[in-house]
């Protein structure tokens, strides 16, 4: 104890940050921890937690996921229409982000997202009869996690809406992504205005069926290899997509050419694919959901 005083010391500080004040002001060294208790100290929230922690059924139960996890073989399986493929969409139904919220709680963004999602899908004529529409009851609000569904931002999802099917090969399971719309005025930032209905249109008749097409000489791609390759190449596969984006075009430029599309469309693809560094961003949201999903339902 003795040797102890007889060097330099440096406190470890948790909790007030006066005490470290105290210290510093006296010219003695402090390093302040980031640590608060457990479920903010609610008594029978951290008497649950303990139970948890160190338990053997859950540790295995963790473990077993996370394996499930790294040996998940993402696939692209293909373009679908979200009513079609996505289970549990109903014909009025509209998936958003996030958990389950009623439309009274939403934030100005989402809300004006599902007004335009309610236009693109013809259920109303103009901004006050969806919002109306919306009021009412009329239309199902549902997490896109309930659905095996994924979405950037206010992630909307609708029935009409195109969607990329990933499979996840190891265990058999599927999820789904609309495809990105770019940057600026878009849905997915709460945008309605005629011009993003129309790109909502143009993509779902034009844009998904010419995809399709080049898909059906790209069989099964998969997709860990791109998205890991994409992160040497300096992307986060989140908010910076440049690289995924190009080695994604790379690959179906050369399928879409020998698809029966018409030439004016894959021009048009090409050209809206190319101008998206975030195009790829629906498909790594679709990848790691359909990763993640396979250990939903893990007992333990």
Not at 52 to 70: F, K, T
Not at 137 to 143: H, M, Q, R, S
Not at 205 to 215: D, E, V
Not at 240 to 256: E, G, Q
Request: aromatic content about 6%; proline content about 6%; glycine content about 10%.
């Amino acid at each position: 104890m003795n040797s102890l005083f007889g060097r330099p010391l440096s406190v470890l500080n948790v909790g007030l940050a006066s005490f470290a004040d105290a210290i510093e002001k006296r010219g003695g060294a402090a390093t302040r921890l980031d640590w608060a208790p457990p479920a903010n100290g609610e008594r029978r929230a951290c008497e649950a937690l303990a139970r948890l922690v160190g338990h053997p059924g859950i540790d295995a139960a963790n473990a077993q996921a996370v394996e499930r996890y790294l040996v998940a073989q993402p696939k692209l399986a293909g373009i679908g229409a979200a009513g079609e493929v996505v289970p549990g969409l109903g014909e009025r139904m509209i998936l958003h982000a996030g958990p389950p919220i009623e439309w009274r709680r939403m934030c100005g963004p989402m809300r004006g997202a599902i007004v335009g999602a309610i236009l693109y899908e013809g259920w109303a004529a103009d901004e006050k009869h969806a919002q109306a529409m919306a009021d009412s009851g009329d239309i199902a609000f549902e997490p896109c996690h309930h659905h095996a569904a994924v979405g950037p931002m206010a992630g909307i999802l609708s029935p009409s809406m195109p969607v990329w099917m990933v499979e996840n090969t190891a265990h058999g399971n599927r999820a789904f992504s609309t495809l990105n719309e770019g940057l600026g005025k878009v849905l997915r930032f709460g945008a309605n205005s005629p011009e993003v209905i129309a790109r909502l249109r143009w993509m779902e008749k034009t844009l998904a069926p010419t995809l399709r097409a080049g898909l059906e000489h790209l069989k099964d791609l998969e997709l860990k290899p791109l998205m890991a390759q994409a992160l040497h190449m300096g992307d986060e596969v989140h908010n910076r997509n440049t690289a995924a984006s190009s080695l994604f075009i790379k690959r179906l430029v050369p399928a879409l050419l020998k698809s029966a599309a018409p030439p004016a469309d894959i021009a048009a693809a090409i050209e809206f694919i190319a101008g998206n560094d975030h195009f790829f961003l629906n498909i790594s949201m679709a990848v790691c959901k359909s990763m993640l999903d396979a250990a939903h339902g893990m007992a333990g």
